[in-house]
């Protein structure tokens, strides 16, 4: 078979991936999910476990240790079944608190601590490189089996090119589907939908190489059977304490291994989808393992000694010349590590860039978390950074590993490693007394015994330990052998390894734990993980009233964006009652906030964030009572007490704001009465002076002509007085007609500048500059323009007037959401006070006593009737920086406008 | 020898009309729009007759009142004061800060001149 063929159908492959990616985005994006969020879906996704390792290596491991290799299927299948026990636990947890990744989940529970994140960060990519690398030989052997001897211009066997160009385009897909957006906990549709792809493609390969075999090769089951008998495989013996090593080292891989956890916590749509996924997914591993030993013995027989068992599904149907079938197989085993790297690397880009790169930015940044600016573009680049780190990682250790190894014992060497997470991640789950301190200690502990008794010496003889070194021990110190440890010899070295890393790992945890104290907010952490299902305290880690809803705005759209950040804060504000968006800073409310962040950039580092602005928190002896399990039936009652007393709080909070409106309102009403008198007398004042003037006569002509032009230009001041007001009595009592007809937003904002450049009345040297994005200006309203513009030409006066920085500049953002244009103008002088931006919608509310600005006050009360007879709105915009409004105004005014105008 | 009064107001045409109305009859007419430094340029050069606004941009003019009956050199100054709000309000506010009259506006031009002229004549009997 022409090997460009195989290069060829690979790329058609990977184009196909990039489709379904691209496709179910943009599924997602429009509808929302639908059959995308199936349990059928997850279940495949979870097939993630099966990486090039099961897919090639378990017929080699078959082919040389017998039935063993069942038991990497063995702990998986006992978890899932027993899900009840743990897996939904493990998710519910996940869901509540908003978890991005394993590490967060360590630091989540052990009181948000940033540190036990960097240390399950570091652990999590130590473990995972190998694995990467590993499935970077699976597909550069698999090349190598197809490739022509003597390629003219690649050789495809060469490891360099071959590793580089797969995890090269690895990259580039996790990159452009991993990072689409900032929030772990808005599923990567995309992602999952490509890998549940793969999962169906390496099945049906297997089963198919299977089939071939059987019926095939053999003939039938039946035969099969009996050359099972025949050949070696019979004779394997059980060893049951390596049998017993594998099954755990299997079922705490599928528990910490980051992208299983990716897989299974984070992109976890629905808690039913594991009741489901619990018989499902065993049966997915049934039907991979189902064909592995036929295969293997075929092999055996058929291929000539020497043969590489871990590629006899792809030399099998090649021997026979069943070429499409090998190259089935072939994009089988592709699958299988493209679907484990791209996950893998995605999970672990999201631990770097939260538990690592986020605090030091934040750190090397003055100011804080309030300072202005996004940082979702710093995360989403330390992300994507991050993913292309990882890969490089896995080839450098590919190379520098020499590809030698047999595929399955690096496999078994990142398990047990990722498994040194176990005692910290159940410990937390189900002991209260796990402290932060506990959990570190257990895990450098399980860490540093792993490196030393299987990684370091996974290297061979040329690695970092000499073979006098494994023999003798260092300096010659007997019972450090890193392969016998306390003198323990005999013991097969991977359950020595596991045995000894899991046990002094568990010790170190629960000793620890219990003789250290842990802090208040790790015991609420601690209450919240191990009691999830019985009771959900609110986790008050804060005071009231500390924190400024404006700053705490200003920093949440840093990182969730402007639009998600701003509905966030309205919803917020809606249930305690207010209107805008700014709600009172409710300990409740920021630990939604704090939940909705750590979304984005991990528990620990939204804590801090927040921690910037609401001062550090603390946890109260009646937070710490809630947490009491004795105190449960006193906390049922209190709560229902206190339901009733956020009920009269809401009630009283409205009061609260109707009451202060009403009382600036009388101030203002007062005010206003002096206001009108003022503008209306002055003018009136000129009129009467200079025609008594005039009319005691005796003036030259040039004088006269003047007097007269200043009489002429008072009236007309007056005049304009008195339009506004009737302007606003008429919207007021809704005897205003509109006339509707199609109008272009881009027309609209060009003639209210045009016209606000003619009303200099501020003098020709405010030099305002309009910043206008024309393209996104182009949409058709069906509205009335003149009143519209009468809007427009109103705010853009407005920041004429009162925008008071040393180059005012006035930015306007179109654009088109849910049937309705939005459009804001935010300028860049020093905005609006938050005590004034309930009021300047009322009549005659000017904020400033003088009259610099020549109005009485009337033109944003104008405004607001315009845009309700619009069918629209108009409101402050808190938190731009400078004084920020959005008109809202619906694409057709049609009915909408008519009913409004009723 | 010239009478001086000086005009504390922001208006540039009612500045205009009173400059007009007092220059015809003798007067030296001294403007001055900023209320913030309004106090100042009173103390650097007392004018027989100070004519006040009551809304200048930067500080009222109740407080230039009350600023300059607190300093020796204006404390005995005939002021005249102006105000567009026409509140009675406002009329206490002048006489209990110690203003000499209080008008409001609009005025009529010759009453303005008269209570200037009478204000310079030393009669200082409320109107």
């Known amino acids: 078979m022409s090997f460009n063929l195989l290069v060829s159908v690979s790329l058609g492959y990977v184009a196909l991936l990039f489709m379904v990616a691209a496709l179910a985005d943009r599924r997602a994006r429009r509808v929302g999910g639908g059959w995308l969020r199936s349990p059928l879906v997850y279940t495949l996704s979870l097939s993630v476990y099966c990486t090039a390792w099961t897919f090639y290596g378990a017929v080699g491991y078959a082919a040389r240790s017998g039935l063993e290799f069942i038991t990497i299927y063995l702990g998986p299948t006992l978890v899932f079944t027993g899900w009840w026990l743990l897996l939904r636990k493990l998710v519910r947890v996940g869901r509540t608190q908003r978890i991005t990744s394993i590490a967060d989940m360590i630091s989540s529970r052990y009181g948000k601590s940033n540190r036990l994140g960097v240390l399950v960060t570091i652990l999590a990519v130590v473990g995972t490189t190998p694995y990467i690398a590993l499935q970077l030989q699976s597909v550069t052997l698999s090349f190598g089996v197809f490739a022509a001897p003597g390629a003219e211009f690649w050789d495809p066997a060469d490891p360099a090119s071959t590793g580089l160009w797969v995890a090269a385009g690895l990259a580039v897909f996790t990159i452009l589907f991993g990072t689409r957006n900032l929030n772990s906990n808005e599923r990567h549709h995309g992602v999952v939908m490509a890998i549940a792809v793969e999962a169906v493609v390496k099945l049906v390969a297997l089963m198919a190489v299977g089939c071939f075999v059987v019926w095939g090769i053999a003939d039938g089951p039946a035969d099969i059977l009996a050359r099972i008998d025949n050949s070696a495989l019979a004779g394997w013996q059980i060893n049951p304490t390596r049998w017993a090593g594998l099954i755990f080292t299997s079922a705490a891989a599928i528990l910490c291994l980051p992208r299983m956890f990716q897989v299974l916590v984070v992109e976890n749509e629905d808690e039913a989808h594991l009741g489901v996924a619990s018989w499902a997914f065993p049966l997915y591993l049934c039907m991979m393992s189902l064909f592995v030993v036929p295969i293997a013995v075929v092999g055996l027989e058929h291929l000539p000694e020497g043969a590489n068992p871990d590629l006899f599904v792809l030399t099998l149907p090649l021997k026979e010349n069943w070429n499409g079938l090998a190259m089935l197989a072939f994009l089988g085993g592709f699958s299988s590590a493209t679907s484990m790297v791209i996950v893998a690397a995605l999970a672990l880009a999201t631990m770097v860039s939260n538990h690592v790169v986020m605090p030091v930015y934040l750190n090397s940044r003055q100011g804080g978390a309030t300072m202005a600016g996004d940082v979702r573009g710093v995360v989403l680049r330390a992300r994507r950074f991050s993913i292309a780190a990882v890969l490089a990682l896995g080839y450098l250790y590919y190379r520098f590993s020499g590809g030698s190894a047999a595929l399955a014992s690096i496999g078994l060497i990142s398990f047990v490693g990722v498994s040194q997470v176990l005692p910290a991640l159940l410990g937390g789950l189900f002991w209260r007394g796990g402290t932060r301190a506990g959990a570190a200690a257990g895990l450098v502990t399980g860490f540093v015994v792993w490196a030393y008794v299987l990684f370091l010496p996974s290297f061979g003889t040329d690695g970092p330990f000499s073979p006098t070194m494994l023999a003798e021990g260092p300096f010659g110190i007997h019972w450090l052998r890193p392969q016998a440890l306390f003198g323990i010899d005999g013991m097969d070295p991977f359950v020595h390894a596991v045995f000894w890393s899991i046990l002094l790992n568990t010790v170190a945890f629960c000793g620890v734990s219990i003789r250290t104290f842990p802090t208040p907010l790790e015991r609420l952490q601690g209450a919240q993980v191990v009691n999830v299902f019985e009771h959900t305290l609110g986790a008050r880690g804060w005071t009231r009233g500390s924190a400024e809803a404006e700053d705490l705005l200003m920093m949440a759209q840093r990182i969730l964006g402007p639009s998600d950040a701003q509905a966030l804060f309205q919803s917020e504000a809606s249930t305690q009652g207010k209107l805008g968006y700014l709600p009172e800073t409710t300990p409740e409310f920021l630990d939604r906030l704090e939940r909705e962040l750590a979304a984005s950039v991990g528990a620990a580092t939204a804590h801090a964030m927040v921690a910037q602005i609401a001062g550090s928190s603390t946890v109260g002896v009646e937070d710490l009572m809630r947490v009491a399990d004795e105190a449960q039936q006193i906390l049922e009652y209190s709560n229902r007490l206190e339901a009733q007393s956020k009920e009269l709080e809401r009630t009283a909070r409205k009061l609260r704001d109707a009451n202060q409106k009403l009382t600036e309102l009388s101030i203002q009403k007062d005010a206003f009465l002096s206001q009108i008198s003022h503008e209306l007398r002055t003018p009136m004042t000129s009129v009467r002076a200079f025609s008594e003037i005039l009319r005691e006569g005796g003036l030259d002509e040039s004088d006269q002509g003047r007097y007269a032009g200043i009489i002429h230009d008072e009236a007309i001041r007056l005049t304009r007085l008195l339009d506004d007001l009737l302007d606003l009595s008429v919207l007021e009592n809704a005897q205003v007609s509109l006339s509707l007809g199609a109008a272009r937003l881009g027309d609209l904002l060009d003639r209210a500048i045009a016209a606000t450049g003619a009303l200099t009345e501020v003098g020709p040297d405010d030099g305002l500059k309009v910043a206008r994005d024309p393209g996104r200006e182009q949409i058709e309203l069906v509205t009335d323009a003149d009143r519209l513009t009468q809007v427009f030409i109103n705010l853009i006066g407005n920041a004429k007037k009162y925008c008071d920085a040393q180059e005012p500049e006035l930015r306007i953002r179109a654009r088109q959401r849910d049937g309705r244009a939005v459009i804001d103008f935010i300028d860049n002088g020093s905005g609006i006070p938050a005590r004034s931006q309930d009021i300047i919608f009322e009549k005659f509310s000017r904020l400033s006593d003088q009259s610099a600005a020549g109005g009485a006050g009337l033109g944003l009360a104008i405004c607001r009737e315009i845009m309700l007879r619009l069918g629209g709105s108009i409101e402050y915009l808190p938190g731009q920086g400078g004084a920020a409004f959005r008109v809202t105004v619906p694409l057709a005014a049609g009915r909408s406008a008519a009913q409004a105008a009723q | ?127």
């Open chain 2, 1 to 127: 020898m010239g009478k001086r009064v000086l005009l504390v107001e922001d208006e540039p045409n009612i500045i205009e009309a009173i400059r007009f109305i007092l220059s015809r009859d003798g007067w030296v007419v001294d403007t001055h729009s900023d209320g913030s430094t309004a106090v100042d340029t009173v103390l650097s050069a007392v004018p027989d007759v100070l004519v006040l606004d009551v809304m200048l941009p930067g500080k009222s003019g109740f407080d230039i009142l009350r600023e300059l009956r607190g300093a020796s050199a204006t404390a005995d100054l005939p002021i005249l004061m102006l105000t567009a709000k026409g509140q009675g309000r406002d009329r206490e506010l002048a006489e209990r800060y110690g203003a000499n009259r209080f008008m409001t506006k609009p005025f009529s031009n010759s009453e303005v001149l008269e209570t200037v002229n009478a204000l310079q004549a030393g009669v200082t009997d409320q109107a």
